[in-house]
């Protein structure tokens, strides 16, 4: 697909990756000399989003500069990349329908249209077509989009990965605290692949990040350096449980684990925390079957 100029719709859950699947698109296309332009559409607020995307001439906006050169205009003969595309408003997704189909916009405040030469590859972390029968996404705006959908799939899906990216983040943070020489141990990695990552590959390029941080000599990542988070491996899901009880305990047991992963190992904290005595918790602890080595 990135050779051509057939616009993208990247599906995926946030933190999965969407952005990087649309620069390594940009990055092997014919515009690869050109600029890639980043808007996120749920960072915005409604106000601004339709000056942000076509830009506004003539002190269009209160207090701002004069004028303002939009997304669509910046990218022209590049990329545009839409994050989160489906968090606009039903008024904006119209405007960039006529975008799309015309090449062509007016800025907020301008007496002409501009014309662009953009493609536009558009990314989500919601089910559109669901969006679509709600009445919260235009029809005609999805199948613009949609010439080439690609999905990906969540970290839990492809955990073969996870030892390749756990080993990129550790050399690139490595370099960043001048620490380049620190590995990571096989049962560390399983342990990883273990866990269910909610957050996705953010979450465990945050976690990689957090780990050198709070052990700065450490030459060796090992399952003990860790948080319980990951200990904990997957979390079952509500539909597993049999009885309201073991549902319960289970939630009780993921979010002490949770504060107590957020004192870094105080049960002190973790216990002020959670408004227990530290005695308290520690009897909680016993009857869910946490260990305070885990």
């Not at 910046?74 to 606009?88: H, I, K, P, S």
């Not at 690609?150 to 050399?171: M, N, Q, S, T």
């Not at 030459?219 to 988070?229: A, D, F, G, V």
Request: hydrophobic share 35%; glycine share 6%; net charge neutral.
């Amino acid at each position: 697909m990135a050779p051509t100029n057939g616009r993208v719709l990247i599906f995926g859950e946030s933190g999965s990756g969407k952005e990087l699947i649309a620069r390594s698109i940009h990055a092997e296309s014919q515009r690869r000399e050109r600029v890639f332009v980043e808007l996120n559409c749920a960072a915005i607020p409604e106000d601004y989003i339709e000056s942000e995307l076509f830009g506004y001439r003539n002190s269009a906006l209160p207090g701002g500069p004069p004028e303002k050169r939009g997304t669509f205009e910046r990218a022209d003969c590049g990329t545009l990349f839409l994050d989160e595309v489906g968090d606009m408003s039903l008024k904006t997704q119209a405007k960039v329908l006529r975008a799309l189909d015309e090449q062509r916009f007016t800025p907020v405040g301008a007496a002409h249209a501009m014309s662009v030469d953009v493609r536009v590859i558009a990314a989500t972390n919601k089910n559109l077509e669901e969006e679509i029968a709600k009445g919260n996404f235009r029809e005609d705006l999805f199948y613009r989009l949609n010439v080439i959908p690609f999905y990906v799939p969540p970290l839990r899906d492809r955990k073969e990965d996870i030892h390749l990216l756990a080993r990129d983040f550790l050399r690139a943070f490595g370099r960043e605290y001048g620490r380049p020489r620190v590995e990571i141990a096989e049962d560390a990695i399983e342990l990883l692949k273990q866990y269910h990552w909610p957050g996705n590959v953010r979450e465990l390029k945050n976690l990689i990040e957090r780990i050198l941080i709070l052990n700065p000599q450490t030459p060796r990542i090992e399952r003990k350096h860790l948080p319980m988070l990951v200990h904990r491996g997957n979390s079952k899901r509500s539909e597993d449980f049999s009885t309201l009880h073991q549902a319960r305990e289970a939630y009780e047991r993921d979010y002490i684990l949770k504060k107590i992963d957020e004192c870094h190992g105080n049960i002190s904290r973790a216990a002020e925390s959670l408004g227990l005595e530290r005695s308290h918790l520690y009897r909680k602890m016993r009857t869910l079957g946490i260990s305070v080595r885990e």
